[in-house]
């Protein structure tokens, strides 16, 4: 959450994308503290499509004040849902492993076995375009 909470304030936009049923996932962002520290997400279940479609990404990109064509990163454990759908999208990949996929052929930019480790990443990586132009406005 403080990693979370510091991206923003270096001027990340921080969105989620997440597939489920509406109540549950919506739940979830509540009970966890998660909404009050993102700028939007996009929840399959509300919004009649699911990752990895285009379509969510764009919803919670508009949601964070943002366009997919900014650029950004996609952190995510499904190789279908989140790295697919995320590169897509023209996002860059973080796959966090959980070796429920093993052997698999996959595209993304960086492989992690937990969220420490892709945050590190994001915070190290290029920022998106939109950074450069918040930061000087």
């Known amino acids: 959450m ?5 991206l923003r304030e270096l001027g990340w936009r921080v969105g989620i994308v997440t597939n489920g049923m509406a109540d549950n996932q919506l739940g979830k962002l509540r009970r966890t503290g998660l909404a009050d520290v993102v700028d939007g997400y996009a929840v399959s ?11 969510l990404f764009e919803i919670a990109a508009q949601r964070c004040g943002a366009t ?8 995510g454990d499904s190789l279908i849902a989140d790295i ?17 996929w093993p052997g698999e052929e996959h595209q993304a930019d960086h492989v992690v076995n937990d969220i420490v480790e892709a945050m590190a990443i994001v915070r190290a990586g290029q920022q998106p375009e939109h950074f450069t132009r918040r930061r000087h406005v």
């Open 68 to 75: 997919l064509d900014q650029g950004g990163w996609m952190v």
């Open 45 to 55: 279940g509300s919004e009649g499509v699911c990752k990895p479609e285009l379509w």
């Open 2 to 6: 403080d990693e979370l909470a510091e």
């Open 84 to 100: 697919q759908g995320a590169r897509t999208a023209g996002l860059r990949t973080i796959w966090i492993d959980r070796g429920t």
